[in-house]
DNA sequence: TTGCACTTTGGAATCATTCCAACTCATTCG
DNA sequence: CGAATGAGTTGGAATGATTCCAAAGTGCAA
């Protein structure tokens, strides 16, 4: 069962929906909610499961559409793998993310500023970069417990 | 209608074919010949299409089964961009990807081996990894005519 | 000539995601 | 108050890329 959003996690969230002239609501808080949680970028499926634990008539649209909804206005970032289903992840200060293929687990990198710099470097004259994703692929010994929560 | 494959390139195509105990074979050839005329990072579907100019007969599992075939033997390699179709790039040399949001082109970018020797480098101890894939997305004001073939 | 391994093929199946039309609910307006 | 508005939610249908599958095809080797 998923804690309720703390005092000041459920501001960050109104203030975010704000901005782009959105509000909260009872799905968007439980949604937000799962993903603060648990950080090991669950896709919308693993999203849609623990949600429901809280709100039996929750649908998959609208987990769809709430996860969208958080893209659009900077609450989280979306992780894309191959071919793989969307991951979703509410870290947002600038990572990598590394993908262990053994367990199909993604873990954040994190990304030392001159790295970034260094690589917008590389760029030829007339290519302006919004966004650099970067992913490593491979495997970690990294079998530690869970990270989790918040 | 595309072009044969050079002497050289049937080379290459048969010896890296034969890695993995396959056979060239005139759909593989095609398939090939296709990806090295243009390499503007085709999809399936643009592959299937510039193939059936010169093999009407083509079918389009033949291709998914074809790039799989040259992705497997190390000959071509993937380029995915979030969720939109797979594309494929004979470029083996090391390099990262830049999408134009504009006109949803891809572009190669060369890369240093002490970027990527730099990026290994931020790992935490315990992870390995293989493949680091690295893409930039914004626009670029490059309209460059066709870089093209070889 | 028979068997075997690898390939190709078209169509069916899968799966994530998007679309859509109906419905809810709170708020605004007459 | 009671209708109108509009954002948000919902379930199911539709889409689209990709994979699966079973039936043929194609050498090559015994």
């Given at each position: 069962?998923i804690?309720?959003?703390?005092?000041?996690?459920?501001?960050?969230?109104?203030?975010?929906?704000?901005?782009?002239?959105?509000?909260?609501?009872?799905?968007?808080?439980i949604?937000?909610?799962?993903?603060?949680?648990?950080?090991?970028?669950?896709?919308?499926?693993?999203?849609?499961?623990?949600?429901?634990e809280s709100m039996?008539?929750?649908?998959?649209?609208?987990?769809?559409?709430?996860?969208?909804?958080?893209?659009?206005?900077?609450?989280?970032?979306?992780?894309?793998?191959?071919?793989?289903?969307?991951?979703?992840?509410?870290?947002?200060?600038?990572?990598?993310?590394?993908?262990?293929?053994?367990?199909?687990?993604?873990?954040?990198?994190?990304?030392?500023?001159?790295?970034?710099?260094?690589?917008?470097?590389?760029?030829?004259?007339?290519?302006?970069?919004?966004?650099?994703?970067?992913?490593?692929?491979?495997?970690?010994?990294?079998?530690?417990?869970?990270?989790?929560?918040?």
């Open positions: 069962m804690q309720k959003l703390s005092e000041h996690d459920r501001e960050k969230l109104q203030e975010s929906l704000a901005t782009t002239g959105q509000k909260v609501t009872p799905q968007r808080e949604v937000f909610a799962v993903l603060l949680a648990k950080r090991d970028h669950p896709t919308v499926e693993d999203v849609f499961q623990r949600a429901r039996p008539g929750l649908s998959l649209a609208t987990v769809y559409n709430c996860l969208e909804t958080f893209v659009g206005c900077g609450l989280v970032r979306q992780v894309n793998h191959e071919r793989e289903s969307t991951r979703y992840c509410p870290n947002l200060a600038p990572h990598a993310h590394f993908r262990d293929e053994a367990t199909g687990r993604v873990h954040d990198i994190e990304l030392p500023p001159e790295i970034l710099q260094n690589l917008r470097s590389i760029l030829p004259p007339g290519f302006n970069s919004e966004t650099i994703e970067i992913s490593f692929h491979g495997r970690s010994q990294d079998h530690a417990p869970r990270p989790s929560s918040n």
